[in-house]
Nanobody, 125 residues
């Protein structure tokens, strides 16, 4: 598991956009898996997206078509671009990073545990 820091949360109106950042404590080289998850108020944590160093990405049905994961190699940062935000997207967002073999990177992996406190996203009507 790699220590990461998440930022970029805030308050946004329904239909708006936000871009979250996930930065590792060290440079994430080839072979790393990064997963985004969120915890809505009063519910369980939900995995929503994952990115492997070969570019493979997966998205949950709840965010597919609205959220996009992208990687900036120069900055060693993974982004979660969120568009068309809905009230159901209100949650505490976190990311997790760890080395994984190809084909074993998925946001449903329970061993990819979020690091740190996350960043709050609040969508209002």
């Amino acid at each position: 598991q790699v220590e990461v820091a998440v930022s970029g949360g805030g308050s946004v109106q329904y239909g708006g956009s936000l871009k979250l950042s996930c930065v590792g404590s060290g440079r994430m080289w080839s072979g790393y898996c990064v997963a985004w998850s969120r915890r809505p108020p009063g519910t369980e944590r939900e995995g929503i997206a994952s990115f492997y160093s070969d570019g493979t990405t997966y998205y949950s049905d709840s965010v597919k078509g609205r959220f996009t994961v992208s990687w900036d190699d120069a900055k060693g940062t993974l982004y979660l671009e969120m568009t068309n935000l809905k009230s159901d997207d209100t949650a505490l967002y976190s990311c997790a990073a760890a080395r994984r073999l190809p084909g074993l990177c998925h946001y449903r992996d329970p061993t990819l545990r979020p690091w740190g406190q996350g960043t709050q996203v609040t969508v209002s009507e």
